[in-house]
């Protein structure tokens, strides 16, 4: 199965992202341009929310344009790891999906309420231990999950 993988500031390719390959996808929303590759085994397919750089801002990214591209490359499971706040959005997006779908958010009530609401039937929220209490680009780190407990939530 193909996992699609959806980052947000800071993660603009994904580190051991091996033979990785830069696709334009032509979508009913617009064009989307993602990743593909093999990351840990895994055949993958990335989206870097803000494109290389940081070159779209928040308002500018097309999130349907997005989650369209990943269905069309076969993404058959959706990680969500953009801020929190922007979660429950891609997850409108999103469906109608059978794809299952995790995020990598802390806070999960907002989530999981968003989840239900958009009719993702398949959706595991999921709570990586990673992370800390500063925020913003400037402290992204591409390793941030690597070595990391997950906890799947109801």
């Known amino acids: 199965m193909r996992v699609g993988v959806i980052t947000g500031s800071g ?4 580190p051991g992202f091996e033979a990785a390959a830069q ?5 009913p ?3 989307a341009e993602v990743s593909e590759g093999e990351w840990a085994g895994v055949e993958v397919v990335h989206i ?8 779209r801002l928040s308002n500018a990214v ?4 997005n989650v369209w591209a990943l269905h069309e ?4 499971c959706v990680i969500l790891a953009p801020p929190v706040s922007v979660i429950p959005g891609l997850l409108r997006d999103l469906a109608p999906t059978e794809a299952l779908v ?11 309420r968003a989840a239900a609401e ?10 990586p231990m990673a992370g800390s209490h500063a925020a913003g680009v400037a402290h992204a780190a591409p390793d941030l999950f690597r070595g990391a407990r997950w906890f799947l939530t109801p």
């Open 62 to 65: 097309n999130h349907r344009a």
């Open 29 to 31: 929303y617009g064009q």
């Open 118 to 127: 958009a009719g993702i039937r398949h959706f595991v929220g999921g709570h």
């Open 11 to 14: 993660t603009y390719a994904l």
């Open 23 to 27: 696709v334009a996808v032509s979508t």
């Open 73 to 76: 490359r076969g993404a058959g």
């Open 102 to 112: 995790s995020d990598t958010g802390s806070a999960k009530a907002a989530v999981v």
């Open 48 to 55: 870097a929310r803000h494109g290389a750089g940081h070159a």
